[in-house]
C-alpha cells in the first residue's frame, strides 16, 4: 500500500480565520449544505482551524463527493486507498480518484495513475497510467510531468524512451521542478534522447541550482570549474558548491574544499582542512584521505600529525589503498618501534588493495625486516609488480 501525502488538499482556498470558517462549514453541513461538509472535511483533514480528525474528514469528504465536488472525491479516495479514518478500501477509494480525475481534478488523475502502477493492488497498466500522468501533466500537475519523466528514463521493457523522458523533464523543470531541470541537464550533456547540448545543459544546472537543488548545483560547479559548455570560471564554481555545501550536501563540501586547497593561502587551507573533516566524519572515505594529507603537512604539530594518520587509517580501513600508504609510511616516520608492526600491516593492506606506493613501501620493509621478519625473495617479487606497474623508483631492485 503506498501512502503519498496529498498534496492536491492544497487546490482547496486559504482560509484568512480557519477556526471561524470551520465553524461556519460545520453549521452549514449540520444543516444539509453537503459542499460545506466537504470543505469541512478537508479542514478536518489538514489541522486547519482545530485539530486533525481523519475520522470526521472522511465521512464529510465522502458527503461532499456525492454532492459532486471533485476536490472532495480526490482526497475521500486517496484516504480510502490509504487507510486514513477507515480500513483501506482500493476500490472505493480507487473510484473516487477515477471519478474525480474525469471530473477535471488534474491531482487525482495522478494518484490514479501511481497508485495502479506501484501499489501492491494496482494493475500495473504502463498504458493508461501514462495517459492519466499525461493528462494531469498538462493539466498543470509538474508532479506527473516529473514521474513521466522519471518511468521514461528508467530501465523498464517496452517502457524505456529517453525522447519522452526529456520531453516530460523539460515540461517539469519548466514548471519549477528544480529536481527535473538537474534531471533535463544530465540528458542534454549525455545526449540522451536528443542531441547533446553542452551549453545548455549547464544553463539547466543553473537554473536547478537556482532553486536550490544541491545536485544541480555541483554539476553546474564542476562543468564551470573545468571549462565545459562555458568559459572557466572558477569563481562560479565555488559559488555553485558553497551553495550545495550549505545545504549540507557532502560532495559539494568536498569540491568547495578541492576549490579552497588549490587557492593555497593559510586561511583558504584551514578552510579546506575543516570541510574534508566534516564530510570524512559523514562517511565520505576520499575526504578522510584529503584531510588527513592537509593535516600530515603541518610538520610543526604533533596533534596535527597524529590526527592525519588517525583519517589515513579510517580511510585505509575503508579500502582506499593510498591512505594505507600515508599512514604506514607517517606511522614509520615516526621512527617509533612500537608503531612498526601495524606500519607494516597497513602497507600490506594497502598493496591488497592495488596501491603501487603500498606495496613499495611494503617491499622495503620486507627487505630490512621492518615491523616483522625480513623476506629478499617477497621484496624482490613485490619490487618487480610496482616496476611492472610504472613505478620506477622500485626498478632495479628499488636502487
Not at 458527503?63 to 465536488?69: F, H, S, V
Not at 472525491?73 to 480507487?94: A, H, K, R, Y
Not at 497508485?115 to 501514462?130: K, P, R, V
Not at 591512505?323 to 598493496?351: M, P, S, V
Request: proline share 3%; with cysteine; glycine share 14%.
Amino acid at each position: 500500500m503506498l501512502f503519498i501525502v496529498p498534496a492536491l488538499m492544497a487546490a482547496f482556498p486559504a482560509s484568512a480565520d480557519p477556526a471561524a470558517d470551520r465553524d461556519k462549514y460545520r453549521t452549514e453541513c449540520a444543516a444539509g449544505k453537503a459542499l460545506s461538509c466537504g470543505a469541512l472535511g478537508k479542514m478536518q483533514y489538514l489541522g486547519q482551524g482545530g485539530p486533525v480528525d481523519k475520522d470526521s474528514a472522511l465521512i464529510n469528504l465522502e458527503t461532499g463527493c456525492r454532492a459532486g465536488d471533485m476536490l472532495s472525491c480526490s482526497t475521500f479516495g486517496l484516504m480510502s486507498v490509504n487507510g486514513e479514518g477507515v480500513s483501506p478500501d482500493w476500490e472505493t477509494g480507487m473510484g473516487a480518484l477515477d471519478m474525480a480525475c474525469r471530473g477535471g481534478v488534474p491531482a487525482a488523475c495522478h494518484e490514479f495513475a501511481v497508485q495502479d502502477l506501484f501499489a501492491e493492488e494496482g494493475n500495473g497498466d504502463f498504458s493508461i497510467d501514462w495517459k492519466l500522468l499525461e493528462k494531469a501533466c498538462k493539466g498543470g500537475w509538474i508532479e506527473s510531468c516529473r514521474k513521466l519523466g522519471d518511468l521514461f528514463t528508467e530501465d523498464r521493457p517496452g517502457i524505456t524512451n529517453p525522447h519522452e523522458g526529456r520531453r516530460f523533464y523539460k515540461l517539469a523543470c519548466e514548471g519549477g521542478d528544480a529536481g527535473a531541470c538537474t534531471m533535463l541537464g544530465s540528458m542534454m550533456f549525455q545526449g540522451l534522447g536528443g542531441a547533446a547540448d553542452v551549453p545548455g545543459a549547464v544553463a539547466m544546472f543553473v537554473k536547478a541550482c537556482e532553486k536550490n537543488n544541491a545536485e544541480g548545483c555541483n554539476n553546474a560547479g564542476v562543468l564551470m570549474y573545468q571549462g565545459k559548455g562555458v568559459p572557466q570560471d572558477r569563481k562560479g564554481a565555488e559559488k555553485a558548491f558553497r551553495k550545495s555545501c550549505a545545504a549540507d550536501d557532502r560532495s559539494g563540501c568536498q569540491e568547495l574544499a578541492t576549490i579552497l586547497k588549490e587557492r593555497g593561502d593559510a586561511a583558504s587551507v584551514k578552510e579546506a582542512r575543516d570541510l574534508y573533516l566534516k564530510v570524512c566524519d559523514r562517511g565520505m572515505s576520499e575526504s578522510c584521505l584529503l584531510g588527513g594529507l592537509i593535516l600530515l603537512e603541518d610538520k610543526t604539530d604533533a596533534e596535527s600529525a597524529r590526527k592525519g594518520r588517525m583519517l589515513m587509517e579510517k580511510a585505509c580501513a575503508s579500502g582506499i589503498g593510498l591512505a594505507c600508504y600515508h599512514a604506514a609510511a607517517a606511522l614509520k616516520e615516526t621512527g617509533k618501534a612500537e608503531f612498526a608492526e601495524t606500519a607494516r600491516q597497513l602497507a600490506a593492506t594497502g598493496c591488497q588493495a592495488g596501491d603501487a606506493e603500498s606495496c613499495y613501501l611494503l617491499a622495503t620493509m620486507l627487505q630490512s625486516g621492518f615491523g616483522g621478519p625480513a623476506n629478499a625473495q617477497s621484496a624482490a617479487q613485490l619490487m618487480s609488480v610496482c616496476c611492472d606497474a610504472g613505478l620506477k623508483k622500485a626498478c632495479g631492485g628499488g636502487k
